[in-house]
């Protein structure tokens, strides 16, 4: 099959090329600039010019292709100019639908995330659990309605789709929020310690890849949903494990969560007028997600994609070198 995929210089997406490569499939990358996207060439996928929110670089790209892949997302709890998480995660996703049902591409797989049900109020909740309207970020709220969009175009327009929403991704090359928390833990950058006790549910990114790869080689399964997630871990358990793999120290403070809350409201305000990202990655967007705990069950993806789970400390073994070197 030829494959097109947006997203596929991010974190998830470039694991996701990598693992494409191993197969007889053939890659079409959209990307916004070919001239960084050496590694994609060297895995013999065809560049596309063009990103999410210009929707002619997008058909231009996705004929001809089978199946696509939509990976393409601003995944922070802060940028600059809001409106950015409705361009991109939003209509973004729009282009990408609007595209795949216009060339009939026979497959589509749209990737979501498990933070939009952090206010479902059912633990562990999965794929049947109902999704409150109500979003704790900015980040989950674009989600949330490019899911809406996406579930339209498939009830109403028969677009062929098959979603995944990934737990909290982990795994070499991780620079997302998760990324930066772990990275912080590691180069002794992180003050104190806060939420220890939010429990999330997290995923080694290659199990994430698997999932996405076998959900579209998957006979029979337009229409179905898959959480990919496994291993819940409250969040300073997390700090807790990535200090032992690295040998450094935890913070010695802890931080109550409602001081925590306000000094994110605090960091957001100097972030919004600097333009600077808020210190450590605390954001109030990020703080409010991390009042939630997630506890996700992907027993779904096990059970009818065959994937396994792979231990998260292994992701954090393969990690964690990465964040030393660039402590250095």
Same mark, same amino acid.
């Given at each position: ?11 998830? !997406?470039?694991?996701?090329? =990598? ?13 916004? @600039?070919?001239?960084?996207?050496? *590694?994609?060439? /060297?895995? !013999?996928?065809?560049?596309? +010019? ?24 601003? &995944? ?12 991109? $995660? ?21 990737? #979501? ?6 206010? #479902? !109020?059912?633990? +562990?909740? $999965? /794929? ?9 970020? =900015?980040?989950?709220? #674009? ?8 579930? =339209? ?21 991780? $620079?997302?929020?998760?990324?930066? %928390? ?8 992180? +003050? ?24 579209? /080689? ?6 179905? $949903? ?17 200090? *032992? ?7 010695? %403070? ?33 703080? *409010? ?7 996700? @069950?992907? #027993?779904?993806?096990?059970? /009818?994609?065959?994937?396994? &789970? ?12 990465? &964040? ?5």
């Amino acid at each position: 099959m030829k494959i097109f995929i947006t997203g596929a210089t991010g974190f998830i !997406g470039s694991h996701l090329a =990598e693992r494409l490569a191993q197969t007889n499939h053939k890659m079409c990358c959209l990307v916004r @600039d070919p001239g960084r996207a050496k *590694r994609l060439t /060297e895995l !013999g996928a065809e560049l596309a +010019p063009g990103d999410v929110t210009d929707k002619n670089s997008i058909m231009k790209g996705m004929k001809g292709c089978d199946w696509a892949l939509n990976l393409a997302n601003i &995944y922070t709890f802060w940028v600059p100019d809001k409106r950015a998480y409705h361009q991109i $995660n939003v209509e973004g996703t729009r282009n990408v639908l609007d595209c795949a049902l216009e060339l009939k591409v026979s497959k589509v797989i749209h990737v #979501s995330t498990v933070a939009i049900w952090a206010k #479902s !109020g059912e633990s +562990p909740f $999965n /794929e049947k659990t109902p999704i409150s309207p109500v979003q704790v970020s =900015e980040y989950a709220r #674009s989600k949330y309605e490019a899911d809406l969009i996406a579930r =339209e175009y498939h009830e109403k327009r028969g677009l062929p789709l098959v979603m995944i929403y990934p737990g909290n991704v982990l795994g070499e090359g991780d $620079n997302k929020p998760t990324g930066q %928390f772990v990275g912080d833990i590691v180069r002794g950058k992180q +003050p104190v310690n806060a939420f220890t006790d939010t429990v999330l549910t997290f995923v080694h990114v290659r199990d994430v890849v698997e999932a996405i790869v076998k959900a579209a /080689e998957k006979q029979d399964n337009i229409g179905q $949903n898959y959480i990919v997630a496994n291993e819940q871990l409250p969040w300073g358990e997390l700090a807790a494990m990535s200090a *032992r793999i690295s040998g450094t120290k935890l913070p010695r %403070f802890t931080l109550p969560g409602p001081m925590a809350l306000a000094t994110g409201a605090l960091l957001t305000v100097v972030a919004d007028i600097t333009k600077k990202p808020p210190l450590w990655g605390l954001s109030l967007d990020a703080a *409010r997600t991390l009042t939630s705990s997630l506890r996700a @069950d992907g #027993s779904k993806a096990q059970r /009818e994609l065959g994937i396994t &789970y792979t231990p998260i400390r292994q992701a954090l073994e393969e990690a964690i070198p990465s &964040y030393k070197s660039k402590a250095r």
